[in-house]
C-alpha cells in the first residue's frame, strides 16, 4: 500500500530530531513536553551512566581482578542496568512514536492537542498505567529480580570456594545441570530428594483429601445431630497456625521424651519407635502430621459444595430406586470432584512446596551418610539448606530453577484445562 | 425393622468416627495447653494433666528481662498488619486497571502474573538476601514486609480480578456519564462492592506473614526483631526439651487468639476460596 502523500513532511523531520528525545517535540511545538522529554533524558543519562556503565561491564566479565571487583555485586549492578536499561528503551520507543504521530497530524493539517487536552489524555489513557505502577515496581524488584538472579546464578560457579571478595566468580554454562546429572554423588542426592518429594506431595495430599472428603460427607449425613460443634472442632487444626502445630507435634514425637512414644505407645505396652532418627518413621510421621493440619480445609470446601446440591437430586433417585451406594457414587462424589478440583491441584502444588513442615518438624534430618540432603528433605528444603549451611549457591540456584520448571509446567498445563481461563477475555 | 437396624448401625459407626477424629485433633491441643501449666522446664516432666499446676512460664514469657517473647509477638502483629495493609491498597488497584481497563500489555501482564504467582517467592532466597544485603535491609522488618507484599500481589490480583470481573460493568459505565472520574468510581462504586473479596485477601495476606519461617529466618538477624514463628523455633532448637514448657506456654498464646479470630471469619475464607477458584 502506497502511503498517502502529504506537502509538508513534519511527521519525518520529528521522527529524525526525536533521535534526542525532546526535539521532535519542540520541532512540534509542543514546547512543554519537549522540555520534559530533554530534561528526562538528561537526568536519565546522568544518573544512571555509572550504573550502566559498570552494569553491563560487570554482568559480562564477572570482574577482573580481586579484591577490586566483587562478583555478585557486579552480577546485581547488571541486572538492574539491564532492567533500567529496558525502561529507558521503552521510553524513548515512546518518544519517537509520540513525534511521528504528532508530525503526521501536522502533516494532514489537523491541530496539535493542547497542554490541557494532553494532559486529560495522559490522565484517561495513562490511568491504568498510574495505579497499576506501584505494584508493578514492587513486584519487579521483590519477584522478578530475585528471579532473574537466580536464573543466572544457576550458570555461575559461585559457592564456598568461588567467594567474593576473595574470589572471583565465573560464567561455567550449563555446567551446574550436567553436575547435578553426571556426577556420582549429586546424581543420586538429587533422584532420591526428587522421588521422596514427589511420594510426599502424592501421598500426603491424597491422603489429606480423602480423609476431608470423607468426613464431609460423613458429617452431612442428615441425621448425624450436633452438626455445628462437630465442624467447629474439625475446623481446629487449621484455625491453629501451622508452625505452632508442627512444633507441637515435634514435641510429642520426640523419641525418649515425647507424649507418642511414652504415653500412647507406652500405653498399649509398644516398644518406642525411633521417629526422628530413622528416615522411614520420619517420614511416616510427617505424613500423618500433614494429613492432620491439611484435612480441616478440604473438609470446609466439601461440606460448602455439600451443602450446594440441591435435594431434588437425592429424591428423584430415591424414586427410581437407586441405593445410597449409587447416590454417593453418582450424585454427590461427582459434583464434588468437579468443584473442588482447581483447590485440588493448589493443595499438590502447596505440598510440593511444604518447606515449614519438613523443616520445622525434623530440620529435612535424620542426616544421611554421605549425602549432602537429609532423609526427609524435600527439593524446597534441600535448596534452603545448600544456601544456608552449605553455602552451594549455584547449585542450589540450579535446583531452583528445575523446581520451578516442574511447578510452572504443572501448573499451566492445569490452568489451561480450567474454564475461568479460556473464558477470561484477553483482549 | 431391617431398615431400623441399618440406620443404627450407620450412625452408631458415624458417631464412633467423630469420637475418634475428636480424640486425635483435640489431644494434641490439649497435650500443649497442659504442658504449658507443667512446673519445670524439660519435655520430660511434661504431662497433660500437670501435678501442680503453675503460670511461671507465662510469667516469665511476659518479662521482657528474661524473654524476647513480647518483641516477637509485637513484631509479628507489626509485619503480618503492616503486610495486610499494603498488600490490600496494591492489589485492589493492580487488580482494578487489570479487570476494568484494556490497555497495551494487559494480556502479557496477566499471563506473568499467572507464572508468578506459582513460584514461591522464597525459591528466590538466595537473590533476596544478597539484595537485602545491599540495600542495607537486612535485618529491618521494612524489607520482610516488602518482600512479603510483593510475594503476595500476583496470587491476590487473580483473585480479586475474578471477583472485579462479576461486578456488572454498566454501573461503572453509567456512572461515567453522570460525570464521575476515575478514581470517584474506583472509591465510591466498585470498592464498596468489593468488601467481601477485600476482606478475605486481607485475612490471607495477615495470615501468610504470621505464619512464615524460611523468609523471616534469612532476613532476621537480631534476636529481638525476630517473628513468632523464627523465635519459637529458635526456643525450641536450642536446645530441645529444654525450654519446652516456656514454648508451650508462647504456643498456647498464639494459637488461642488467633484460632478465634480465625473461627469467626472461617465462612469468608471458604466462600472467598471457592469464589476465586471457581470463577476467578
Redesign the interface.
Known sequence: MKEKSYQTNHRRIATALSIIPGLGQLYNKQYLKGIAFLILTGAFFGVFADLLNMGLWGLFTLGEQTPRDHS??LL?EGILAVIVLIFGIGFYLFNLNDAYKNGLKRDSGERISTVKEQYNNL?D?G???L??S???L??I???????I??VL?AFTNYDLYHSPPAKLVDWVGLKNFFDLFQLESWRQTFFSVLSWTIIWTFVATTFQVALGMF?AI??N?K??KGKAL?R??????????????I??????F?E????INR?ILGFFGIDPIPWMTEAMYTKIALILIQT?LGFPFIF??TT??LQSIPEELYEAATVDGATNFQKFKNITLPLVLF??A??LI?QY?FNF?N??II??FN?GGPAVPGANAGGTDIL?SW??SL??TSAQ?SK??AI?ML??LI??GV??WQ?KRTK?FQE?D?? | MSIKRQ?YI??TL??L??LA??A???Y??L??VG?SFNPGQ???G?N?IPKNATLAHYKELFDLDRSNYLYWYWNSLKVSVLTMIFTVI??S??A??FS????VG??N??MTF???Q??????????????AL?TGLLDSHFGLI??Y???A??MN?WLMK?YLDTIPKELDESAKMDGAG?LRI?FQIVMPLATPIIAVIALFSF?AP??D??LAT?LLRTESKYT??VG??DM??KQ??AE?TT??AG?VL??VP??IL??SF?KY???G??AG????
Open positions: 555478585i555485586f546485581v490522565i489513557n490511568f491504568p498505567y495505579i497499576m506501584p505494584g508493578f514492587l513486584l524488584f521483590v519477584v522478578v529480580f530475585p528471579i538472579f537466580v546464578l468426613l460423613l458429617v449425613q441425621d448425624v462437630i467447629t472442632v474439625f475446623i481446629l487444626p487449621w484455625a491453629v497456625p501451622a508452625f505452632v502445630s512444633l507441637v507435634f515435634a514435641g510429642m520426640n525418649s521424651f515425647g507424649a504415653d492432620w470446609a470446601m460448602g459444595v468443584a473442588t482447581p483447590i493448589t502444588t512446596n518447606f515449614n523443616y520445622l530440620g524446597i535448596i534452603y544456601t544456608m549457591y542450589a540456584a531452583t523446581l520451578s511447578v510452572i501448573a499451566l490452568f475461568s477470561e484477553m483482549m | 440406620k450407620r450412625l458415624t458417631y468416627v467423630i477424629m475428636f486425635i485433633i483435640i494434641p491441643l497435650w500443649i504442658s524439660s519435655l520430660s511434661s497433660i496494591l492489589v488497584l493492580t482494578y486497571s476494568r481497563y484494556r490497555f494487559r494480556k501482564s496477566l499467572l507464572i508468578l506459582m513460584i514461591p517467592n522464597f525459591a528466590a532466597l538466595i537473590a533476596i538476601f544478597i539484595l545491599l516488602l518482600v507484599v510483593g510475594g500481589i500476583p490480583t475474578g476515575h474506583f495470615i504470621f505464619g519461617f524460611i534469612v513468632l514463628a519459637l523455633y525450641v532448637a530441645f526439651g519446652f514454648f508451650a504456643a498464639i494459637a488467633i484460632a480465625f473461627l472461617q475464607f471458604v466462600s476460596l471457592t477458584g471457581t470463577k476467578g
